[in-house]
Each structure stands twice: as structure tokens, then as C-alpha cells.
């Protein structure tokens, strides 16, 4: 549950609002000219904190890889202003994560294990045992954890950590690094799981609730 060491540095790279012109191009060679410059100022490992939304994720990351990143973070959670109905006016509020969260990482995670050498760091979304077990499922080698303790204190990681514990000699796991990618997109006797035909499969397979027509 903790970072992968005391002596890594993470990048956070990021445009300003009004940067409208700017091409998906320019903005991941914005990452890796931060990411090269850094690197030659500092000797301990670099992890870049990502964003979802690059064109082509895997590319992105066999590019930061090449340019000398220790590992990424997936994702990082954009600041969410909202709009006060009575007011009128855009408010800052503190948008905490929810289990929910945790897929939208998960399914990268599954992907990129396996298919790079970088640390995989799992963020955004966990706040239970069962959230944490899936994203080492995926293949995370580090998982983080913010809103779940900002909601029920440091107290929380004993919790999950024993709730891990538990888990994982009921299924008969001997270490974390035993079931570490075991369920990665590239370990599943169907990868298509985790691509996106089997999303289309889950609306064929959607029941509307009762009284509801299409």
C-alpha cells in the first residue's frame, strides 16, 4: 500500500486551461521533455503520474520507458470545479474517490503487464481489500490509497492489510508477488476480456429494470 520507495520521484505534467491549441502530439512530448529534462538533475528512479486520456496509452508509455521513467502511475484525477445551481458561481470541491474508480485503472493495468518493464502503480478508487486485490490481480506493483484514508483515517491501511492477508491464504496464495499479474490481460485464457468486444457484450447482456422499455 505504500509507494515502491522513499527515494522515487513522481512526475506530474500538466498544461494550463487555456492551452486550447495545444495537439495530443505536443502534449506527450511536453511529458517527455520534462521527464529527459529531469532526469538529468536528478539520479533517483522517476515514476510520471498519467492522465486516461492520451490517443494511445501503450505508446505513450513505451515512449516515457525509452526516455528513461522508472515507472507510471495510473491515473491521475484531473481538479473537477463545479457549478452552485443557487449561485451561480464555480465552487471548489474535494471530489473523493469511489471502488468504482478502481476498473477504468484495473483494465491498463491488465494491459500494459507484461508489455513494459516500468513499475506499474496503481491510483485512484480503492478503499477496500477487494479493490486493492484486483488492481495486483491486473499486475500493479504498487497500489495507492488517499480518499479511503482521508474517510477513515491511517487506521484504514491495518484494515485493508489484513483483509489482503486473509484473502489471500483462503485462495492458498504463498506472496503478494504470486498472484502479482496472474489475471493480466496477457495470463487470461482470453485477453479479449479486457478488450473492448467484451463491453459490447455486456450491453447485449444488460437487463433493463422492471417497468423499463426500450
Keep these: 500500500m505504500q509507494e515502491a520507495g522513499a527515494d522515487a520521484l513522481e512526475l506530474n505534467a500538466w498544461f494550463m486551461p487555456g492551452d486550447t491549441n495545444v495537439t495530443g502530439e505536443a502534449l506527450e512530448d511536453h511529458y517527455?521533455?520534462?521527464?529527459?529534462?529531469l532526469k538529468t538533475v536528478v539520479s533517483i528512479p522517476v515514476s510520471m503520474k498519467l492522465s486516461p486520456f492520451f490517443s494511445s496509452l501503450p505508446n505513450f508509455v513505451q515512449q516515457a520507458e525509452q526516455a528513461g521513467a522508472a515507472g507510471v502511475s495510473l491515473f491521475n484525477r484531473f481538479f473537477q470545479p463545479?457549478?452552485?445551481?443557487?449561485?451561480?458561481?464555480v465552487v471548489d470541491r474535494v471530489q473523493l474517490s469511489s471502488s468504482a474508480d478502481v476498473l477504468l485503472t484495473m483494465r491498463w493495468i491488465a494491459i500494459l503487464r507484461g508489455r513494459t518493464s516500468l513499475t506499474l502503480a496503481a491510483t485512484g478508487g480503492v478503499h477496500k481489500a477487494e479493490d486493492a486485490?484486483?488492481?495486483?490481480?491486473?499486475?500493479?506493483?504498487?497500489?495507492h490509497m488517499a480518499s479511503a484514508l482521508l474517510l477513515n483515517g491511517p487506521q484504514a491501511l491495518k484494515v485493508v492489510l489484513s483483509e489482503i492477508n486473509e484473502w489471500m491464504e483462503t485462495?492458498?496464495?504463498?506472496?503478494?508477488?504470486?498472484?502479482k499479474?496472474?489475471?493480466?490481460?496477457?495470463n487470461l485464457p482470453n485477453p479479449s476480456a479486457f478488450a473492448r468486444a467484451a463491453y459490447l457484450n455486456a450491453l447485449d447482456s444488460f437487463t433493463p429494470p422492471v417497468g423499463v422499455r426500450y
Design 181 to 186: 499479474g496472474s489475471m493480466s490481460q496477457q
Design 171 to 179: 485462495h492458498e496464495y504463498e506472496s503478494v508477488a504470486q498472484l
Design 82 to 89: 463545479d457549478i452552485d445551481l443557487a449561485s451561480l458561481t
Design 133 to 143: 486485490l484486483k488492481m495486483l490481480l491486473a499486475g500493479a506493483d504498487v497500489v
Design 32 to 37: 517527455l521533455a520534462l521527464l529527459r529534462e
